[in-house]
């Protein structure tokens, strides 16, 4: 089976083109943007970095002693302890939430996307049972993860301490917070490319045969199985893109004298600005999973050259 990216990626692009600009429809946008934003709610592809000075002897310890001093401080200020454990109390409220809606907000993108709509309703009654599936894995994912990177997190600043302690030296901390950094990037990586696999490859089958996530992990787990290769690749390709646009972003935003990034940060507005982007992108993974067979058919056939739709596949 001859898998390919670059072809996946044009169909994609194409069929972005068709939905968004031909004709051009504001309202569509909106519309289609609204479903794109909840979609993506708890999606975090962006960051900033700080500058960063050089550090110490001084600058280690104040790091390696902070939690001392902050659970001494807390101590002898409880107002502030009650306060912070409120404030991270609403923070799990709000990610439950937006992990909900972005559950419900996956299946209502995605159907718009595949059929060339702009509905909000349908789609949130239609997939609630699949989106709310969905959503349990996403929540159960969450405090697998925080299980394994809290104790991790642990066991690096205890042995950073171990370390500091016994040397009294910060260059005696190099090797050992860079080998643990890596360690934590390699965590993080793996669950970010079991979430791209979800969202990308799951949640589709889930939509089309209608079935809970589990069962979808259990349709597509045999034929990443099959072909591992090309679905390891399949995630360089992604990350490779999304650096791509993450670079065309910069230069359009710096062109628009920085008018583009204040939209882009706008929550909704963003989504609407970069649904080209997201549009595009939803639709990559489609195209690509259609190449592995019929029975993964879910567009309607497309002369890629023509643009005119057929009749969908059975």
Known sequence: MDIRYFEPLSRAYKRMKVALFKPFDLRKWFVVGFTAFLAGLMDFEGGSGGGQGKMGDGGWEEVLYFPRTAQQWLTDNPQWFLL??????????????FTWLSSR????????????????????????????????????????????????????????????????????????????????????????????????FVVPLMYRSRIKVLAGWGAFLPLFGKHL???????????????????????????TCCIGFILMVIPYIGSVVLLPVSYTFRA???????????????????????????????
């Open 84 to 97: 912070i454990a409120f404030g991270l109390v609403l923070v799990l409220i709000l990610v439950v939430v």
């Open 105 to 200: 907000g996956k299946f209502m993108f995605l159907d718009n996307v595949v059929h060339d709509l702009a509905q909000v309703a349908k789609p949130w009654y239609e997939f609630k049972s699949e989106a709310f599936s969905l959503f349990l894995w996403r929540i159960g994912i969450g405090f697998l993860v925080l299980a394994a990177v809290i104790p991790y997190l642990a066991y690096c600043y205890t042995t950073l301490v171990s370390v500091y302690e016994q040397e009294w030296d910060a260059t005696a901390l190099i090797f050992p917070f860079v080998t643990m950094m890596l360690g934590l990037i390699a965590v993080f990586a793996f669950f970010k490319y079991v979430n791209l696999l979800l969202v990308d």
């Open 229 to 255: 290769l090309s679905f390891i690749g399949y995630g360089l390709f992604i990350l490779v893109l999304k650096i791509a646009v993450g670079i065309g972003i910069v230069v359009v935003g710096l062109f």
């Open 284 to 314: 990559l993974s489609v195209e690509f999973l259609e190449q592995y067979g019929p029975e993964y058919q879910f567009f309607p056939r497309i002369d890629p050259d023509k643009l005119v739709r057929e009749s969908p596949a059975s």
